[in-house]
């Protein structure tokens, strides 16, 4: 399970519902781990030369010719370089990049409230703390999200099928900013109904 991460230098607990960052240099590592399993992660990063170079799951997908990247793999920016390689797969390995990151209208769309916790929030919210001033609407990388899509082009939103402790490691390929958000999706059953913890670890 530990294989490619030798040594942590920075552990990082991410509470459900919220999010959190940090920069990372070329070559370093960042382990995400599903602490109590059935929890997405939104991913998002960002070129520390150029914030507007970003993750691009829309230039990912034309490079590798996938849905969705797998162990070995590369995210790729929208000036198609690769900025995060997906190293390690301890996990059933459902990384969506179709759905947009749940905002203040989604949760309105689903009888919910507009001031319920959401990845869009949680993301400016980081945005700001990295000292970015970058308006938008990114499209995330939706870790452990179980995005069902079936042979007559409908979808479901599935439960995810990881397990506690199942995690990810990813290598920069660039310098950058990495965000991430704990979705608190308790609506649908993109969390399982129980939104929870994650851990962040930086590393070599
Ligand atoms: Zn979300």
């Known amino acids: 399970m530990m294989g490619a991460m030798a040594s942590v230098e920075k552990e990082i607990f991410v509470p459900a519902k919220t999010g959190a960052s940090t920069t990372l240099r070329k ?13 997405p992660i939104d991913f998002w990063a960002f070129s520390q030369e150029n914030p507007w170079e970003h ?35 301890n996990s059933p390995g459902q990384h969506d990049m179709e759905s947009a990151a749940c905002d203040q209208a989604r949760y309105k769309e689903l009888g919910g409230t507009a001031d319920h916790p959401n990845c869009q929030d949680n993301l400016h919210f980081e945005l700001k703390k990295l000292g970015l ?10 870790l452990f999200t179980n995005f069902l899509l079936h042979a007559d ?33 308790d609506i649908t059953e993109t969390c399982a109904g129980n939104p929870s913890d994650i851990l962040m670890e930086v590393g070599r």
């Open 27 to 39: 070559g370093q590592l960042l382990r995400l781990t599903d602490l109590d399993g059935r929890q």
């Open 55 to 89: 993750l691009s799951c829309e230039h990912t997908k034309t490079s590798i010719q996938r849905l969705y990247p797998v162990q070995g793999d590369s995210a790729y920016t929208n000036y198609r370089r690769p900025i995060i390689n997906l190293v390690e797969d």
């Open 133 to 142: 001033e970058i308006k938008g609407v990114f499209q995330p990388w939706n």
């Open 153 to 185: 082009g409908t979808f479901t939103f599935e439960a995810p099928n990881t397990k506690p402790g199942d995690n990810l490691i990813l290598r920069a390929e660039l310098d950058c900013h990495v965000v991430i958000s704990a979705c608190p999706q």
